[in-house]
């Protein structure tokens, strides 16, 4: 069966400081791979998306940047991280053409 | 531009009744249509899916309702249990040129089922 890591489970971290969240997915290959953020009391924004390595495409612009070194792994990143980047981060995974999106359990960021 | 909005950020239901939550969207193209269910500190869970070419579909307790001329889609939920109460985001997709599945999702509606 196929499971979806993310970590830090949370994260207090200082403005300007760097960023870096990792997601790896295991059991399944070549999957297409999301980030999201919700930021409090809003709904779910994708930030990134990508179909294979090094092929990302960013859907807002911002102060964060994703990158798939390998297959089955997303990294999150900002080199330097602002207060509006506080959220719940979220990465996901499907399978090409497939509807639905499998979650992982996500990230509490708090920038202070 | 919010394509796809929940206005109820929150609903009370009894145990036992019936649970509707609403979505509207605005960009008829949509492919499919997904409702999930979310509890707090955790990644959303799928719960059920409509094809835009359908207007219901029902999987035990849960039934999905799409109204393509209205732009609306429903989840019902009956009858309503205990651990149902979490928030739930209606999402949208829109099929891309390479295969890679874009969703769009509502601000969510927190539903609380009273014992």
């Known amino acids: 069966s196929q499971t979806i890591h993310q970590w830090p489970a949370t994260l207090v971290q200082p403005v300007g400081s760097p960023l870096s969240l990792e997601c790896t997915v295991e059991g399944t290959s070549n999957p297409n791979l999301y980030w999201y953020r919700q930021a409090a009391g809003r709904g779910l924004q994708l930030l990134f998306y990508?179909?294979?390595?090094?092929?990302i495409s960013s859907e807002v612009p911002q102060n964060l940047s994703a990158s798939r070194p390998q297959d089955r792994q997303f990294i999150l990143s900002s080199k330097k991280l602002l207060l509006s980047d506080s959220g719940f981060y979220l990465c996901?995974?499907?399978?090409?053409?497939?509807?639905?999106?499998?979650f992982g359990p996500g990230t509490r960021l708090t920038v202070l | 531009d919010q394509q796809v909005k929940q206005n109820s950020p929150s609903l009370s239901v009894q145990e036992g009744r019936i649970s509707i939550l609403n979505c509207d969207y605005t960009n008829s193209m949509f492919d499919y249509f997904l409702w999930y269910k979310k509890y707090p500190a955790e990644g959303p869970t799928f719960l059920i899916s409509i094809s835009s070419i359908k207007d219901k579909n029902e999987d035990g307790r849960f039934t999905v309702f799409l109204n393509k001329s209205a732009k609306h889609l429903s989840l019902h939920i009956v009858p309503s249990q205990p651990g149902d109460s979490a928030v739930y985001f209606c999402?949208?997709?829109?099929?891309?040129?390479?295969?890679?599945?874009?969703?769009?999702f509502g601000t969510g509606t927190r539903l609380t089922i009273i014992p």
């Open positions: 999402a949208t997709l829109l099929e891309g040129n390479f295969g890679n599945e874009k969703l769009t």
């Open positions: 996901a995974w499907s399978k090409d053409r497939q509807v639905e999106q499998f």
């Open positions: 990508s179909i294979g390595i090094d092929q």
